[in-house]
Structure formats: C-alpha cells, structure tokens
C-alpha cells in the first residue's frame, strides 16, 4: 500500500444465526463461546490481528490491526480496511457456528468506494466477484438475495455497495446501524490522531486515550465505556461499549488520503437514548470533513422518513453540510437501506 496510500474505507460483513429452532436461553451465550484461537485462526485468514479487546454482559468488542469485531450471542459484524481478505471470514464463522448449535439466519456485506480500488487483491476489485464469492459461501438456505450499488448523483465515484442475504422475507433484526464514512478531513483535526514525540515511549494504549481526549471523541457518547488504541506512527482505532449498544471510530489521518469512519447500532424508539442527529453530528464535528457519507439501515424497524430529514437539518444547522443526495433500497429480509451523501455548503 505504500505507493498509493492506505486504504480507509471499510469492508463490512455481518452474520446473523438463529439456535435452531430452540430458545436462546438454553445457549445464553451463543457465538460469545467461541475460543479465542479459533477467532484468532479466522482473523489470521483475513490478515489481521486483535490488537485490544473489552466485554461486557452483552458482547465481546474487539479492537483488529485492521478496525474492528463485535461478537453477540446470535451476531457477529466484523470489518476490515487496507487490503484485507475480509470474506475469506465467512465460511469458517459459520461452522464455528454450526459446532455451537446455531444455523445462518442471515448475511450483509457491505462497503463504500476504495480510495485505491487498484490495489485490493481479488475479489475486492469488482462488487460482482465480491457478491459471487459470498454467494458461494452462503447456504442455500438463505434464498432471499439481493445485491445493490447506490451511486450519489453528485458524486459518482462515492457509490455504496450492498449485498444482502436471508432465509427469512421478514427481518430479524431490530437495530438500526448507522455507518459514516469521512473523507478530506480537516488538517488541524487530523493532528490529533498522530503521535506526538515522547509518545513512542508510551505503549499505545495511553496514546490512544489522549488521542481520545484530544479529540473529543470521549463526547461523542459519555456514557460509553472507550476501548481505544493509537497505532505508531499515526492512525486510530476504538470501540465504545453503552450496555447492548456498539460504536466504533477508525482514522486514517495523513494528508492526500485522510479517512475516519463511524459506526453504531442503536434504536430510534428507546427511551434514554439520545437522538441519532446529535450523535452524529458531535461525530462528524470530531473530523469537519470536506465529503460525508452516511448508510443507514433499518432492520426490522420501518424506515423513518422523520429521522432521515432531521439529520440533514442539523448537520446543515451545526456543520453546514448540505445533503446533495438521498436513496433509498429495500432489501428481502434485511430491511432498508438509506444512503446519504454530504458536502459543505460553499462547494
């Protein structure tokens, strides 16, 4: 990757199993039983490493060399940037699965457009080689299938790629997730994410904490408990735990190809949850980025027209973004998809 740069944008892919026809409650812990050197194994035919990890009654959250893995009693997301082989994960998730009593419900994989997409080894250079190669991991079970690009009519080259697959029509889940991805960040933002001299003497979990800090990424949900790492000699990673909720944060900072991406899940009907508007926007505050993407999907919950406007008002009021693209997918069994494109006003 030295030649072109590092590439930043994720590749996402996220497994949902159900006990075979058996209460949850006689497997609480479900996938969460999984041995470390069995993950570890699939980790190592993806091409990367856990470099932290924390848990908490709900799940296991784990910071990789390459962004991040959340491991639930029926679901596990993991996504991967550089030049990872991120699928090469599918087929042995579902027979670590399968050895637990547990059967593939339903499959997502998704992903914006790579920065570098010359240099990603097969199958990552072509959506279509991609939705074959998952198709043939995929049982035939999971027969509702369908693969979509959503391509911004202001920006072409920022399409988002979808892939979903379930055995279901209806949708299982009922979390919304939220993914951002960021790009153009702002130069004196960006400073926050590269070691400062005499850190390299610090280990890179307390680099990590002051670049938390520093940045304010700490703000952007109080209540979160922060699994953070700083990587040498810049690049940033965390994982925030808020009871069953996750969120994730991943930095690419230097110039010419700087990148931050945000992820959570979380539902619009919770009470004591803040609104999902001002979540993001004290996010993208964190980067003032000069090109925002965000996919929203909504699982078992309908799509929300209310939600999606409210966020493009306050991103205009406090950011000055203005949104210059929305579409909407739906998905058999996996729910809709809304896919917002963002720059600031003056462009």
Not at 209 to 217: A, H, N, Q, V
Request: hydrophobic residues 35%.
């Amino acid at each position: 990757m030295a030649v072109s740069g590092f590439e930043g944008f994720e590749k996402r892919l996220e497994l949902r199993f159900f006990d075979d026809d058996k209460p949850i409650t006689n497997n609480p812990m479900g996938l969460r039983l999984i041995d470390f050197e069995s993950l570890d194994q699939v980790l190592n035919e993806v091409q990367c490493t856990v470099v932290s990890a924390v848990a908490n009654r709900s799940f296991d959250a784990y910071v990789l060399s390459e962004s991040s893995l959340f491991v639930y009693p029926t679901k596990i997301i993991i996504k991967t940037c550089g030049t990872t082989q991120l699928l090469k994960s599918i087929r042995p998730l579902i027979h670590l699965a399968r050895n637990l009593g547990l059967t593939l419900r339903a499959c997502r994989y998704s992903r914006g457009s790579f920065i570098f997409p010359k240099a990603q080894p097969f199958p990552y250079t072509s959506f279509k080689d991609e939705v074959i190669v998952v198709e043939e991991s995929l049982p035939k079970s999971l027969c509702y299938r369908k693969a979509s690009v959503m391509t911004p009519s202001n920006n072409p080259s920022r399409a988002w790629h979808v892939f979903t697959a379930s055995a279901d029509v209806d949708s299982d889940e009922h979390v919304v997730v939220v993914e951002v991805c960021m790009t153009e960040l702002d130069r004196v933002n960006a400073r926050s994410f590269f070691k400062r001299k005499g850190d390299e003497k610090n280990n890179s979990d307390s680099a990590g904490k002051e670049m938390t800090r520093l940045s304010g990424i700490d703000n952007i949900n109080a209540n979160a408990f922060i699994c953070d790492f700083a990587f040498d000699p810049c690049g940033y990673s965390m994982n925030g735990v808020d009871g069953d909720r996750y969120s994730t944060i991943h930095v690419t900072p230097e110039d010419g190809f700087s990148y931050a991406s945000f992820e959570c899940g979380l539902s619009l009907y919770d009470d004591g949850h803040e609104d999902i508007s001002e979540v993001l926007s004290r996010a993208i505050d964190v980067f003032r980025p000069s090109d925002v993407s965000i996919a929203t999907t909504y699982g078992g919950e309908d799509y929300n027209h209310e939600v999606t406007k409210r966020v493009e008002r306050l991103l205009a009021k406090k950011l000055g973004l203005k949104c210059r693209s929305r579409i909407m997918d739906e998905f058999p069994g996996s729910g809709t998809v809304v896919y917002q494109s963002f720059t600031p006003r003056r462009k």
